[in-house]
């Protein structure tokens, strides 16, 4: 963490101003970045830990624990660094809108980022990134990227965040709000964030009748049961001896595509330019993203539009792009 967030940060409780105390700074590799410490509100008296660098404002366990599990396991699995291909960056830019030339120097929120894959990308612009994450993925994302100079990682609620209101200048939120308890809720805690004039993209799970008919919806109800460290194990056993089948269904001219999704299992063949280990590294990595997740709460176009202009967004733009996008700007 570095001495500069103090500007923005707030208890996420009362919004009180935070004091820092106990102090250990990093004097040597990044000046001014606090390795561990404390931060203390005054109003309320309450305490947040940092420790490795982050500071922590949610509690050791929650709802996101197979997120946090997850991303530790696979931390690097879907950077584009790692995989040499730009698929993070091809669909931060195509979501959002927005050009590397214009994030340069801007201060820009990065909400649920996992290992940081899209945190990776907004950092290649030349923004100050603050990447907030409620799981233990904050660990992932300080190991792929910090200490980095214009990087904060910060542990947080996104019912509750720990910042100022009209902070940032930008504001992204990918492949987050469906798994959380209350999408409404977690949709209308962004806008409030940005400065006025900033930028806002979100996207969500689509809701479609359809739904019905897929085996995650089927099989959610038993696998989200399953204590995360069991059901991993047991998907990663499961990968070798279905991944194949979708494969081959896959494969099937015209239809293939559509049908492979009645295997339970996620197969990036044909959608992106993976090797077979990466294939099958990303099959494991999204099929107990599938599964694992406490929620999963598609929405519909509509419901996502009239709850941005409640909030007070213009500009509205929502597409399809496997998931719904949204994208605006506050006045």
């Not at 040499?84 to 980022?113: C, M, N, Q």
């Not at 907004?122 to 994450?133: P, Q, R, W």
């Not at 399953?226 to 056993?237: D, N």
């Amino acid at each position: 963490m570095k001495r500069d967030l103090l500007e923005i940060l707030e208890c996420p409780q009362c919004k009180g101003a935070l004091a820092l105390s106990d102090a250990q700074e990093d004097e040597h590799e990044t000046a001014g970045e606090i390795e561990a410490g404390r931060l203390h509100c005054s109003h309320c008296d309450d305490d947040y830990p940092i420790t490795r660098g982050i500071a922590r404002f949610a509690p050791e366990s929650n709802y996101a624990d197979g997120f946090g599990m997850q991303w530790n396991r696979f931390r690097k699995t879907q950077l584009d660094s790692h995989t040499g291909h730009p698929i993070s960056k091809d669909r931060f830019f195509e979501y959002s809108g927005w050009t590397a030339e214009e994030l340069a120097g801007k201060r820009v929120l990065d909400i649920g980022y996992g290992a940081g894959r899209f945190t990776e990308i907004a950092l290649s612009t030349g923004a100050d990134v603050v990447a907030l994450d409620y799981s233990s993925a904050v660990d992932a994302c300080y190991d792929n990227h910090a200490p980095h100079p214009r990087l904060n990682v910060v542990q947080g609620d996104i019912y509750s965040l720990p910042f100022a209101l009209q902070s940032f200048d930008y504001v992204y939120c990918l492949g987050v709000v469906q798994h959380t308890p209350d999408v409404e809720g977690s949709v209308k805690a962004l806008p409030a964030q940005l400065k006025s004039g900033g930028k806002l993209v979100i996207d969500c799970y689509p809701w479609f009748l359809r739904n019905v008919v897929w085996p995650k919806y089927w099989l959610r109800p038993l696998t989200r049961r399953v204590p995360p460290a069991k059901l991993f194990g047991f998907i990663e056993k499961a990968v070798p001896m279905l991944l194949p089948l979708s494969r081959a269904i896959g494969r099937i001219p015209k239809v293939g595509q559509d049908l492979k999704y009645m295997v339970p299992v996620v197969n990036y063949e044909g959608v992106l330019p993976l090797d077979d280990e990466q294939i099958r590294e990303w099959a494991i990595l999204d099929t107990f993203d599938m599964f694992s997740p406490a929620h999963d709460h598609p929405q519909r176009k509509e419901t996502l539009k009239q709850w941005l202009e409640e909030s007070g967004v213009e500009n509205i733009e929502i597409f399809r792009r496997g998931f719904f996008v949204a994208r605006g700007t506050m006045p």
